[in-house]
Protein backbone atom coordinates (compact mmCIF):
# COMPACT_ATOMS: atom_id res chain seq x y z
CA UNK A 1 0.00 0.00 0.00
CA UNK A 2 2.87 2.55 0.50
CA UNK A 3 3.82 2.05 -2.84
CA UNK A 4 0.57 3.47 -4.10
CA UNK A 5 0.54 6.11 -1.69
CA UNK A 6 3.76 6.78 -3.33
CA UNK A 7 3.15 6.72 -6.77
CA UNK A 8 -0.36 8.86 -6.29
CA UNK A 9 1.58 11.55 -4.09
CA UNK A 10 4.57 11.65 -7.08
CA UNK A 11 1.54 12.51 -9.74
CA UNK A 12 -0.09 14.94 -7.78
CA UNK A 13 3.48 16.61 -7.47
CA UNK A 14 3.93 16.46 -10.76
CA UNK A 15 0.33 17.95 -11.54
CA UNK A 16 0.37 20.64 -9.24
CA UNK A 17 3.84 21.98 -10.20
CA UNK A 18 2.57 22.28 -13.73
CA UNK A 19 -0.61 24.18 -12.70
CA UNK A 20 1.32 26.13 -10.26
CA UNK A 21 4.37 27.14 -13.31
CA UNK A 22 1.59 28.21 -15.58
CA UNK A 23 -0.23 30.42 -13.27
CA UNK A 24 2.61 32.08 -11.49
CA UNK A 25 4.03 32.83 -14.85
CA UNK A 26 0.42 33.94 -16.37
CA UNK A 27 0.43 35.97 -12.87
CA UNK A 28 3.75 37.55 -13.87
CA UNK A 29 2.84 38.76 -16.96
CA UNK A 30 0.04 40.62 -15.47
CA UNK A 31 2.95 42.28 -13.04
CA UNK A 32 4.84 43.27 -16.77
CA UNK A 33 7.81 41.29 -15.21
CA UNK A 34 10.02 40.98 -18.39
CA UNK A 35 10.04 37.25 -20.01
CA UNK A 36 13.66 37.18 -18.64
CA UNK A 37 13.39 37.46 -15.85
CA UNK A 38 10.46 35.02 -15.33
CA UNK A 39 12.07 32.40 -16.93
CA UNK A 40 15.13 32.72 -14.62
CA UNK A 41 13.10 33.28 -11.76
CA UNK A 42 9.36 32.65 -11.76
CA UNK A 43 9.56 29.46 -13.48
CA UNK A 44 12.72 28.41 -11.58
CA UNK A 45 10.64 28.68 -8.02
CA UNK A 46 7.98 27.54 -8.65
CA UNK A 47 9.42 24.59 -10.44
CA UNK A 48 11.15 24.17 -7.17
CA UNK A 49 7.46 23.83 -5.10
CA UNK A 50 6.95 20.05 -4.96
CA UNK A 51 10.70 19.60 -3.36
CA UNK A 52 9.87 22.71 -1.15
CA UNK A 53 6.17 21.39 -0.27
CA UNK A 54 7.86 17.62 0.38
CA UNK A 55 11.06 18.58 2.51
CA UNK A 56 8.85 20.87 4.89
CA UNK A 57 5.68 18.62 5.29
CA UNK A 58 8.64 15.73 6.21
CA UNK A 59 10.48 18.78 8.33
CA UNK A 60 6.93 19.14 10.45
CA UNK A 61 6.03 15.56 10.46
CA UNK A 62 9.15 14.66 12.10
CA UNK A 63 11.27 13.55 9.41
CA UNK A 64 14.48 15.35 8.75
CA UNK A 65 15.86 12.83 7.26
CA UNK A 66 13.41 12.36 4.53
CA UNK A 67 13.82 16.70 4.14
CA UNK A 68 17.16 16.64 3.97
CA UNK A 69 17.63 13.51 1.43
CA UNK A 70 15.09 14.69 -0.77
CA UNK A 71 17.27 17.62 -1.74
CA UNK A 72 20.32 15.42 -1.53
CA UNK A 73 19.15 12.69 -3.30
CA UNK A 74 17.52 15.06 -6.25
CA UNK A 75 21.03 16.53 -6.63
CA UNK A 76 22.52 13.24 -7.09
CA UNK A 77 20.00 12.27 -9.50
CA UNK A 78 20.06 15.50 -11.50
CA UNK A 79 23.61 14.71 -12.44
CA UNK A 80 24.02 11.05 -12.05
CA UNK A 81 20.68 9.77 -13.55
CA UNK A 82 18.91 12.92 -15.30
CA UNK A 83 21.98 14.20 -17.21
CA UNK A 84 23.74 10.71 -17.52
CA UNK A 85 21.07 9.29 -19.36
CA UNK A 86 20.50 12.30 -21.61
CA UNK A 87 24.03 11.93 -22.72
CA UNK A 88 23.56 8.60 -23.24
CA UNK A 89 20.76 9.46 -25.98
CA UNK A 90 22.52 12.43 -27.60
CA UNK A 91 26.28 14.11 -26.62
CA UNK A 92 25.42 17.46 -24.97
CA UNK A 93 27.02 20.89 -25.64
CA UNK A 94 27.99 22.52 -22.57
CA UNK A 95 28.09 26.37 -22.55
CA UNK A 96 31.12 28.23 -21.21
CA UNK A 97 29.33 30.18 -18.56
CA UNK A 98 29.26 26.56 -16.70
CA UNK A 99 32.69 27.18 -15.08
CA UNK A 100 32.17 30.94 -15.06
CA UNK A 101 29.27 31.21 -12.56
CA UNK A 102 26.88 27.71 -12.67
CA UNK A 103 29.62 25.25 -11.75
CA UNK A 104 31.29 27.18 -9.02
CA UNK A 105 28.38 28.65 -7.60
CA UNK A 106 26.55 25.12 -6.94
CA UNK A 107 29.88 24.00 -5.48
CA UNK A 108 29.86 27.03 -2.75
CA UNK A 109 26.10 26.02 -1.83
CA UNK A 110 26.99 22.59 -1.60
CA UNK A 111 29.97 23.03 0.21
CA UNK A 112 28.67 25.84 2.36
CA UNK A 113 25.11 23.06 3.21
CA UNK A 114 27.60 20.56 4.40
CA UNK A 115 29.61 23.00 6.55
CA UNK A 116 26.47 24.02 8.19
CA UNK A 117 25.23 20.56 8.66
CA UNK A 118 28.70 19.39 9.91
CA UNK A 119 29.07 21.78 12.25
CA UNK A 120 26.48 21.32 14.54
CA UNK A 121 24.34 18.34 12.84
CA UNK A 122 21.45 20.62 11.47
CA UNK A 123 20.00 23.33 9.47
CA UNK A 124 19.02 26.31 11.41
CA UNK A 125 16.61 29.18 10.39
CA UNK A 126 19.90 31.57 10.63
CA UNK A 127 21.71 29.37 8.20
CA UNK A 128 18.52 29.00 6.10
CA UNK A 129 18.31 32.73 5.38
CA UNK A 130 21.92 32.84 4.70
CA UNK A 131 21.37 30.02 1.91
CA UNK A 132 18.02 31.88 0.18
CA UNK A 133 20.18 35.18 0.37
CA UNK A 134 22.74 33.38 -1.28
CA UNK A 135 20.37 32.14 -3.79
CA UNK A 136 18.85 35.95 -4.52
CA UNK A 137 22.18 37.03 -4.76
CA UNK A 138 23.47 33.91 -7.41
CA UNK A 139 19.71 35.24 -9.45
CA UNK A 140 20.65 38.92 -9.74
CA UNK A 141 23.73 38.07 -10.99
CA UNK A 142 22.17 35.34 -13.42
CA UNK A 143 20.36 38.06 -14.61
CA UNK A 144 22.59 40.58 -15.12
CA UNK A 145 25.15 38.33 -16.99
CA UNK A 146 22.07 36.91 -19.41
CA UNK A 147 21.05 40.34 -20.27
CA UNK A 148 24.01 40.47 -22.14
CA UNK A 149 23.27 37.41 -24.31
CA UNK A 150 19.77 35.69 -25.69
CA UNK A 151 17.20 34.61 -23.17
CA UNK A 152 18.26 31.66 -21.08
CA UNK A 153 14.32 30.64 -20.62
CA UNK A 154 11.37 29.94 -22.97
CA UNK A 155 8.52 30.98 -21.72
CA UNK A 156 4.63 30.52 -23.20
CA UNK A 157 3.60 33.69 -24.14
CA UNK A 158 0.22 32.40 -24.63
CA UNK A 159 -0.02 32.61 -20.53
CA UNK A 160 -0.52 36.19 -20.47
CA UNK A 161 -3.74 36.87 -22.01
CA UNK A 162 -5.36 33.77 -19.34
CA UNK A 163 -7.94 35.31 -17.71
CA UNK A 164 -7.78 35.86 -13.64
CA UNK A 165 -10.76 33.13 -12.82
CA UNK A 166 -8.60 30.56 -14.67
CA UNK A 167 -5.36 31.56 -13.38
CA UNK A 168 -6.76 31.43 -10.07
CA UNK A 169 -8.73 28.09 -10.41
CA UNK A 170 -5.04 26.91 -11.60
CA UNK A 171 -3.56 28.28 -8.04
CA UNK A 172 -6.04 26.06 -5.98
CA UNK A 173 -5.57 22.79 -8.00
CA UNK A 174 -1.85 23.41 -8.08
CA UNK A 175 -1.86 24.20 -4.47
CA UNK A 176 -4.14 21.72 -3.29
CA UNK A 177 -2.13 18.83 -5.27
CA UNK A 178 0.91 20.03 -4.26
CA UNK A 179 -0.31 20.08 -0.70
CA UNK A 180 -2.18 16.25 -1.19
CA UNK A 181 0.47 15.00 -2.94
CA UNK A 182 3.13 15.86 -0.38
CA UNK A 183 1.37 14.69 2.42
CA UNK A 184 0.78 11.16 0.52
CA UNK A 185 4.26 10.93 -0.64
CA UNK A 186 5.94 11.46 3.04
CA UNK A 187 3.57 8.77 4.29
CA UNK A 188 4.46 6.25 1.63
CA UNK A 189 7.86 6.76 1.88
CA UNK A 190 7.77 6.88 5.95
CA UNK A 191 5.66 3.46 5.54
CA UNK A 192 8.18 1.59 2.97
CA UNK A 193 11.13 2.61 5.01
CA UNK A 194 9.22 0.79 8.04
CA UNK A 195 8.66 -2.30 5.59
CA UNK A 196 11.70 -2.87 3.94
CA UNK A 197 13.48 -2.00 7.25
CA UNK A 198 15.48 0.66 5.21
CA UNK A 199 15.85 4.36 7.12
CA UNK A 200 13.65 7.46 5.92
CA UNK A 201 17.31 8.76 4.92
CA UNK A 202 17.85 5.38 2.06
CA UNK A 203 14.10 5.69 1.12
CA UNK A 204 14.31 10.08 0.65
CA UNK A 205 17.57 9.40 -1.40
CA UNK A 206 16.68 6.92 -3.57
CA UNK A 207 12.71 6.35 -4.47
CA UNK A 208 11.82 10.06 -3.75
CA UNK A 209 14.47 11.53 -5.46
CA UNK A 210 14.08 9.24 -8.64
CA UNK A 211 10.80 9.80 -8.39
CA UNK A 212 10.20 13.80 -8.22
CA UNK A 213 13.32 13.45 -10.99
CA UNK A 214 11.18 11.14 -13.29
CA UNK A 215 9.50 14.43 -15.08
CA UNK A 216 12.23 16.16 -15.68
CA UNK A 217 14.13 12.95 -17.34
CA UNK A 218 11.45 12.41 -19.52
CA UNK A 219 11.72 15.46 -20.76
CA UNK A 220 15.19 15.98 -21.47
CA UNK A 221 15.29 12.34 -23.08
CA UNK A 222 12.51 13.36 -25.61
CA UNK A 223 14.42 16.59 -26.64
CA UNK A 224 17.52 14.50 -26.70
CA UNK A 225 15.22 12.02 -28.93
CA UNK A 226 14.08 14.79 -31.32
CA UNK A 227 17.68 16.42 -31.56
CA UNK A 228 16.71 19.61 -29.45
CA UNK A 229 19.01 21.04 -27.29
CA UNK A 230 16.10 22.12 -24.74
CA UNK A 231 18.14 20.68 -22.18
CA UNK A 232 21.13 22.56 -20.92
CA UNK A 233 23.54 21.43 -18.29
CA UNK A 234 22.89 24.92 -17.16
CA UNK A 235 19.46 23.95 -15.92
CA UNK A 236 20.40 21.26 -13.75
CA UNK A 237 22.75 23.32 -12.27
CA UNK A 238 19.91 25.63 -11.66
CA UNK A 239 18.24 23.15 -10.44
CA UNK A 240 20.87 22.14 -7.53
CA UNK A 241 20.83 25.44 -6.58
CA UNK A 242 17.45 26.06 -6.61
CA UNK A 243 17.15 23.06 -4.15
CA UNK A 244 19.76 23.71 -1.47
CA UNK A 245 18.91 27.62 -1.32
CA UNK A 246 15.27 27.81 -1.67
CA UNK A 247 13.60 24.52 -0.80
CA UNK A 248 16.24 23.81 2.17
CA UNK A 249 16.51 27.43 2.87
CA UNK A 250 13.03 28.11 3.49
CA UNK A 251 12.41 24.77 5.68
CA UNK A 252 14.98 25.34 7.94
CA UNK A 253 13.34 28.85 8.35
CA UNK A 254 10.49 27.22 9.38
CA UNK A 255 11.62 24.83 11.45
CA UNK A 256 14.87 23.75 12.45
CA UNK A 257 16.31 20.21 10.40
CA UNK A 258 18.27 18.09 12.13
CA UNK A 259 20.05 15.47 11.10
CA UNK A 260 19.08 12.19 12.47
CA UNK A 261 21.00 9.74 10.74
CA UNK A 262 24.26 9.65 10.21
CA UNK A 263 24.42 7.98 6.40
CA UNK A 264 23.40 11.92 5.55
CA UNK A 265 27.15 13.64 6.50
CA UNK A 266 29.05 10.19 6.07
CA UNK A 267 27.77 9.29 2.97
CA UNK A 268 24.87 10.70 1.06
CA UNK A 269 25.86 14.41 1.06
CA UNK A 270 29.49 13.53 0.07
CA UNK A 271 28.10 11.29 -3.17
CA UNK A 272 26.30 15.17 -3.53
CA UNK A 273 29.86 16.57 -3.42
CA UNK A 274 31.80 14.15 -5.28
CA UNK A 275 28.95 14.07 -8.27
CA UNK A 276 29.03 17.96 -8.32
CA UNK A 277 33.35 18.60 -8.25
CA UNK A 278 33.78 16.00 -10.91
CA UNK A 279 31.80 17.42 -13.40
CA UNK A 280 34.65 19.61 -14.06
CA UNK A 281 37.07 17.45 -14.90
CA UNK A 282 34.32 15.95 -17.27
CA UNK A 283 33.57 18.94 -19.11
CA UNK A 284 37.15 20.16 -19.15
CA UNK A 285 38.65 16.41 -20.74
CA UNK A 286 38.50 15.60 -24.08
CA UNK A 287 35.70 16.26 -26.37
CA UNK A 288 36.06 19.36 -24.37
CA UNK A 289 32.82 21.52 -23.31
CA UNK A 290 30.71 18.44 -24.73
CA UNK A 291 29.28 15.45 -22.55
CA UNK A 292 28.96 12.16 -25.05
CA UNK A 293 27.97 8.75 -24.14
CA UNK A 294 31.48 7.94 -22.79
CA UNK A 295 30.81 10.67 -20.44
CA UNK A 296 27.41 9.79 -19.84
CA UNK A 297 27.55 6.19 -18.80
CA UNK A 298 30.09 7.32 -16.43
CA UNK A 299 27.89 9.19 -14.72
CA UNK A 300 25.11 6.40 -14.94
CA UNK A 301 27.23 4.10 -14.00
CA UNK A 302 28.45 6.18 -10.80
CA UNK A 303 24.90 6.83 -10.09
CA UNK A 304 24.39 2.91 -9.90
CA UNK A 305 26.72 1.95 -7.54
CA UNK A 306 25.36 5.20 -5.53
CA UNK A 307 21.79 3.38 -5.07
CA UNK A 308 23.71 -0.12 -4.46
CA UNK A 309 25.41 1.03 -1.60
CA UNK A 310 23.00 3.18 -0.28
CA UNK A 311 20.12 0.27 0.11
CA UNK A 312 23.89 -2.41 1.10
CA UNK A 313 24.35 -0.53 3.98
CA UNK A 314 21.62 -1.09 5.26
CA UNK A 315 21.48 -4.92 5.28
Do not use: C, H
Request: neutral net charge; proline residues 2%.
Amino acid sequence: MSIFWIILGLILLVIGGEFLVRASVALSFKLNISKMVIGMTVVSFATSAPELLVSLNAALAGSPAIALNNVIGSNIANIGLVLGITALVSSISVDRSFYKLNWPAMLVFSILLYYFLYNDNQLTALEGIFLFVGLIAFLIILIRSAKKEVALEEVDESLAVVSNFKMTIWLLIGAAALYFGSEWLVDGAKDLAITLGVSDAVIAATVIAIGTSVPELAASVIAAVKQEKALSLGNLIGSNIFNIGSVLGLTSMVKTIEVTDASILNSDILWMLGFAVVLLPLILIPKKLDIGRFKGFFLVAAYGVFLFLAFRSQV
